[in-house]
């Protein structure tokens, strides 16, 4: 799948790129202070899941500076399978020259490539500026005709 010319390259990652794709989601979660297990576990695990079916990472730039993971998961309301942008990141001195719009596009076209009919992504709600960005590129936390946010609950089942 190609973009055109004046975006960033976007491609999507082979299990060949598993640890770089390892290196820019371990610096994400660093970043933020969210524990990580590292790159010599996350490369791995990435280099498996990227070679089935149900999660892509893409990456942004060449060199890499950015990434995106998608999951896609069957749903009974939808013929095709439902897409979540697990995660979507782009190096902090690169912010702000639509690496990241390049990535989200390219992940829209793929998740309507693969069937999906949706996408869905989750948000911390203090995350103004993701917020923002997601807004920008005509995502919502209401469904229509709803008049309240819609919010994301989770259990840890350790």
Do not use: K
């Amino acid at each position: 799948m190609a973009l055109p010319q004046h975006e960033h390259p976007v491609r999507q990652a082979t299990t060949s790129d598993a640890v770089v794709v390892a290196e820019l989601l371990d610096a994400f979660n660093r970043e933020f202070d969210t524990p990580s297990p590292g790159t010599e576990v996350l490369a791995p695990r990435l280099r498996r899941l990227i070679a089935g079916d149900h999660l892509v990472a893409l990456l942004g730039g060449e060199p890499a500076v950015g990434v995106a993971v998608l999951s896609f998961r069957p749903n009974a309301w939808y013929d095709g399978p439902v897409a979540a942008l697990d995660e979507l990141y782009v190096r902090p001195d690169l912010r702000g020259q639509r690496f990241g719009h390049a990535m989200l596009e390219f992940a829209c076209r793929l998740a309507r490539q693969r069937g999906a009919q949706t996408l869905e992504i989750n948000v911390d709600g203090e995350d103004t500026a993701a917020r923002r960005f997601y807004e920008a590129h005509g995502f919502s936390d209401t469904e229509p005709g709803a008049s309240e946010p819609m919010f994301y609950y989770y259990r840890d089942l350790d």
